[in-house]
């Protein structure tokens, strides 16, 4: 089955800095490629994915970057705000149509210092 | 839309007593997810039920048992539960075909003693 590895397990930066969070997968199949975030008690929410035949893609602040030949994925957040504290977790699966089942890292916690 | 919901929020079982965990949405997806969430090890799926009728073991299924009732509800049954099934506990759904996006419920927090 798939496997997700995702780093750092922990992320500290100052407010209006960058941060790169990255996951490598193992399955070369998967095609779908989500990042959640998750604050404090609340239910993950997915902020930006991106598919196998697409590279890079941007929305705002957040991208996401796909290197198929290497099998990894990165989220990147410019200049971040104190309310970009959360975790954040990569998926990485095969969407076939009838069947969707995600692979989930464990997770990056991100502290953005105001 | 309500969206995701399940019952109960909270709940604190003793060892080897059974209970339902229920989910429903009314987004009219075709695909169901239940996962546990424990610190430091993400999302792992439990039971999953691609569309009604049918359901099948996600990564950790052992010690639960899943119902897809009818397209909108999915529920997760402990027929004994142990302390190592304490965890936060979320229901999904995806339309699936042409959108994978999962919706996550609010969240069971279920302690065992």
């Known amino acids: 089955g798939e496997n997700v590895e995702q780093h750092p397990s922990t992320l500290s930066v100052q407010e209006g800095d960058s941060a790169v969070i990255k996951c490598t997968y193992s399955?070369?199949?998967?095609?779908?490629f989500p990042w959640y975030k998750q604050e404090l008690g609340k239910r993950p929410q997915l902020i930006i994915d991106?598919?196998?035949?697409?590279g890079e893609k941007k929305d705002q602040r957040i991208a996401v970057t796909l290197n198929k030949t290497a099998k990894h994925f990165s989220l990147h957040i410019t200049e971040t705000q104190p309310e970009d504290s959360a975790v954040y977790f990569c998926?990485?699966?095969?969407?076939?149509?009838?069947?969707?089942?995600?692979?989930f890292g464990r997770g990056t916690s991100l502290i953005v210092h105001p | 839309n309500a969206g995701v919901t399940q019952t109960p929020k909270f709940q604190v079982l003793k060892t080897g007593q059974s209970m339902t965990l229920q989910c429903a949405q009314d987004?009219?997806?075709?695909?169901m997810y239940w996962y546990r969430q424990d610190p430091g090890m993400g999302l792992r799926l439990i039971y999953y039920?691609?569309?009604?009728?049918?359901?099948d073991k996600g990564e950790v299924p052992n010690g639960y048992n899943v119902s897809r009732l009818n397209k909108r509800e999915f529920s997760l049954r402990l027929e004994s539960a142990a302390p190592s099934q304490t965890s936060v506990y979320f229901c999904?759904?995806?339309?699936?075909?042409?959108?994978?996006?999962?919706?996550f419920g609010p969240g069971t927090r279920l302690t065992v003693t």
């Open positions: 999904a759904s995806t339309l699936s075909g042409s959108s994978y996006e999962q919706y």
């Open positions: 399955d070369s199949a998967s095609n779908y």
């Open positions: 991106i598919r196998s035949n697409v």
């Open positions: 998926a990485a699966s095969r969407g076939t149509g009838g069947s969707y089942i995600p692979t």
């Open positions: 987004m009219n997806h075709n695909s």
């Open positions: 039920s691609a569309s009604e009728g049918t359901t």
